[in-house]
């Protein structure tokens, strides 16, 4: 293999090890906060339910304590009938799904630079192994926000940059 070749192989390399895990922080914080909104509006459902032991409470016979109680079961109500309109639940499927991809294919191409560096080549087999995370990648994407964060992927940029420096990698002398 030509040494130019070389580099600009080892150069794609480099670069989906970029971004495989700047999309496992993306999509790892995105499910957590979708995980984080669906356990709050679950619970805020659970306790507005008027089969809720809380609405047992002596506290709700008060005058105040019913005027609190009616906002409660209201907003519960909305709460409800807001859920399966924004589909929260398929949200964080996909998220899991993303998360869960672009982490294994992450895990993969930390496996095939280690290899990289210590070997100090790159075989047909490395190669074979990249272009299988690529089109894992590429199949990745067909799921990607369409309109991502961008003060989020700013910040989940900088963790990447910071756990693989540029200087990191292993370039042919």
Same mark, same amino acid.
């Given at each position: ?19 495989? +895990?700047?999309?496992? !922080? ?16 679950? @619970?805020?459902?659970?306790? %507005?339910?008027?089969?809720? %032991? ?15 109680? %009616? ?12 859920? +399966? ?34 070997? %100090? ?12 995370? !690529? ?10 926000? +369409?309109? +991502? ?9 900088? @963790? ?14």
């Amino acid at each position: 293999m030509q040494p130019e070749q070389l580099r600009i192989q080892l150069v794609e390399i480099y670069t989906l090890l970029s971004r495989a +895990p700047l999309n496992k !922080e993306y999509y790892g914080v995105m499910l957590s906060r979708n995980q984080r909104l669906s356990t709050w509006f679950d @619970t805020l459902i659970a306790i %507005g339910t008027t089969g809720s %032991g809380l609405s047992a409470l002596t506290i709700w016979n008060t005058y105040y304590g019913a005027f609190i109680w %009616g906002i409660l079961s209201a907003a519960s109500a909305v709460l409800a009938l807001t859920k +399966p309109i924004i589909q929260l639940n398929k949200k964080v499927e996909r998220l899991s799904r993303l998360f869960v991809g672009h982490s294994d294919n992450y895990a993969s191409l930390l496996i095939l630079v280690s290899r990289i560096k210590r070997r %100090g080549i790159l075989t047909e087999e490395m190669l074979a192994n990249f272009e299988a995370s !690529e089109l894992r990648f590429l199949e990745l994407a067909k799921e990607d926000d +369409p309109t +991502p964060d961008r003060a989020l992927v700013e910040r989940c940029e900088e @963790t990447v940059r910071r756990r693989h420096p540029p200087e990191s990698a292993w370039y042919p002398t």
